[in-house]
């Protein structure tokens, strides 16, 4: 099992910024990819970016390009994303998610609360 924590949500104004983090405890070893995912009121879940443990190839989406990072710490098993410029649709609970080497994200934060108010 991969036990996963996000913080760093919260409120901030149009064209703010913040930083999520996700802890990383458990059977680290046995994932391969981590992203962030998002979930805005009445809206599907969508992936946001992801990045690789080994090789820190990163990925996004096209509405967050230029705008979010993702990073990891190996040392603490902690991927972060940079949120920066961000406007009220990025409003949404972010989580945090593991995959295996099969691709599938497997293992779930508890999600963490950003709001950007205009």
């Known amino acids: 099992q991969v036990q996963l924590v996000e913080s760093g949500g919260g409120l901030v104004q149009t064209g703010g910024s913040l930083r999520l983090s996700c802890a990383a405890s458990?059977?680290?070893?046995?994932?391969?990819?981590m992203g962030w995912f998002r979930q805005a009121p009445g809206k599907d879940r969508e992936f946001a970016a992801s990045?690789?443990?080994?090789?820190?190839?990163?990925y996004y989406v096209d509405s967050v390009k230029g705008r979010f990072t993702i990073s990891r710490d190996i040392a603490k098993n902690t991927v972060y994303l940079q949120m920066n410029s961000l406007k009220p649709e990025d409003t949404a609970v972010y989580y945090c998610?593991?995959?295996?080497?099969?691709?599938?994200?497997?293992?779930w934060g508890q999600g963490t609360q950003v709001t950007v108010s205009s």
């Open positions: 458990g059977r680290t070893f046995s994932t391969y990819t």
């Open positions: 990045i690789t443990w080994s090789g820190g190839s990163t």
């Open positions: 998610a593991a995959a295996t080497t099969d691709g599938h994200y497997k293992y």
